[in-house]
């Protein structure tokens, strides 16, 4: 009976209401402590470190309360010595306060690789080795010779190099080929295409890479590496062939609109 009288007291609601609201309180206060120790609802957009040098990347990343871990190094020559070259979330990615980025830095050096034998193989063959090899392709030279683009021997700053030499990795690598008889080559149809993409089509139709002009969309780095072309010399037409070697001028833009146009040009020439 006193069980179920103090149950019905007055005190037993009162310590009951007392304990909801501890409980209730405990919860809050559980709750509050993870959303600040995991910065519930905070987003920071990562800053774009890319060509910065490692000092003002790593000042930047300081600012936007982040944190980094330079992840790897690797070597490419037209940006200077130890700045950032990748950088992992992207940039304008949205992460938590004091997320660890991963850089990738320009190293100081070029790693060197000893060259593989190119000499009899054909340019397609050449091609590929050197591509996997890291190095980039050059000029190619066609001198008089029976074999069409076999090549006869490799060149590094205008000198001959042979199998097992110690050349830097990313190097470009120049080549001597056959130049045949009669050979003429179908110009490659170029427009719209981004600079590396044309340059690659350029290559492999055995010609060379001649002036590259940008118009004044083109402000910075990151829009050349946006542009596309929409003009070129030699224009793409199904009859016009020209001798092995020749060089392609390219301009490039990333205005949408001129470049629809130069396609439009284009289509309607072929018809």
């Known amino acids: ?36 120790y995991t910065n519930h609802g905070e987003e920071i957009k990562v800053p774009n470190l890319y060509s910065l040098s490692l000092e003002d990347g790593t000042n930047l990343i300081d600012q936007t309360n982040l944190r980094y871990t330079i992840y790897d190094s690797v070597y490419n020559s037209s940006l200077p010595a ?28 070029p790693e ?13 063959q050449a091609y590929e080795i050197l591509i996997t090899n890291g190095f980039k392709i050059g000029k190619l030279n066609y001198v008089d010779y029976d074999y069409y683009n076999l090549v006869l021997y490799p060149e590094f700053k205008g000198d001959s190099i042979k199998q097992g030499d110690l050349i830097d990795k990313g190097s470009q690598i120049d080549l001597v080929l056959g130049k045949g008889k009669n050979i003429r080559i179908q110009t490659p149809e170029l427009i719209g295409k ?9 290559l492999l139709s055995s010609l060379n890479i001649g002036r590259v002009s940008f118009d004044s969309n083109v402000m910075n780095l990151s829009d050349s ?23 392609i001028n390219l301009w490039l833009t990333t205005d949408s609109l001129k470049i629809k146009d130069s396609q439009a040009y284009l289509k309607s020439q072929l018809k």
């Open 194 to 202: 981004y600079y590396d993409d044309a340059k690659e089509r350029i």
């Open 225 to 247: 590496l946006n542009a596309q072309v929409y003009q070129q010399s030699h224009a793409y037409k199904e009859n016009s062939k020209i001798a092995p070697g020749s060089k």
């Open 82 to 109: 130890g700045c950032i070259l990748d950088q992992s979330p992207k940039a304008n990615s949205l992460v938590k306060r004091n997320r660890n980025l991963f850089l990738t830095i320009n190293s100081l050096k």
């Open 1 to 36: 009976m006193r069980l179920r009288q103090f149950f019905k007291s007055g005190a037993f609601y009162k310590h009951l209401g007392l304990s909801i609201i501890i409980s209730v309180a405990l919860v809050w206060i559980t709750l509050q402590s993870l959303s600040f």
């Open 112 to 124: 060197q690789i000893r060259f593989p034998n190119l000499i009899d193989n054909s340019f397609r």
